[in-house]
């Protein structure tokens, strides 16, 4: 299993700079963490890391190899359970990061459902939440498949942080076989599931993780809190069993990438060093 870094560990710098630190700390293989569909002020004034899902797709892969890096997957972590806006990240973007994915030769685009912001979002039932999930990610799946890429659902809203709400939006689906997971250790166990048990349910699903771990203080906001950005501490100091999910997902048949999501050099560098403890490269 391959160890990269998430392209976010500076703020307020573009995604070159990002991509100049995650090489500088050793690593070969970074996400595309940040994007947004046309222009944005920040990144032509310096100050955001954001690739835009309108780029050339060889021009970002050009970017990561000119600092020795390999992309291992496109995130496309969006608003599905709002309604449909152009304002909103959603159905559009997706499609869009499916196409720069494949443009770039990444097989994996990363997506989620996200919290509701508005109180029709909050006032669906479980079955609804389900349905328009699905048919948000119906089309993204249906071009994915014609481009050879997966679409991976990560723990990160009401429904992803759980086992039963990933398996009923993949059953929804009909569970094509270019839908999988990316497991989050975090938001995971921050939404309320165990996730060593979540890594055994889906073990023959899952093509990607997201490693964090989460301090005992952060305890009483477990199935409150659906997904966090980072880990304030390094992996192996908190109270999630990171041990325990390497090890059902060391052989698992699909995973050969994953991603440190840790805020801080010292601890980045310390879960690395964690990972490779526990057999990871």
Sequence with gaps: MKVGCFALVDPFSTLDHQLERVAGLGFKYADVTDNHP???LGREFGFTATASL???????AELFARYGLTPTSVCAHANLLDPSSPA?????EITKAVRLAAGMGVQDVITTEGDPKSAWGHRLSWEEKVFIVAEKLYEPIRLAQSYGVRILLEPHGILTDSIAGIQAIMDRLGNPENLGVNMDTGNSWLGGADPVEMAKAFRDRIYHIHWKDL?????????????CGFSPIALGEGVIDIKGVYDVLKDAPHVQYSTLEVGGDANVLKSYAYLKVLGAE
């Design 88 to 92: 909103r990240y959603a159905t559009t």
């Design 38 to 40: 046309g222009g944005i």
């Design 54 to 60: 309108d780029d050339n797709p060889q021009d970002v």
């Design 215 to 227: 301090p005992a203080d952060w305890e009483p906001l477990r199935g409150t809190m659906y997904g």
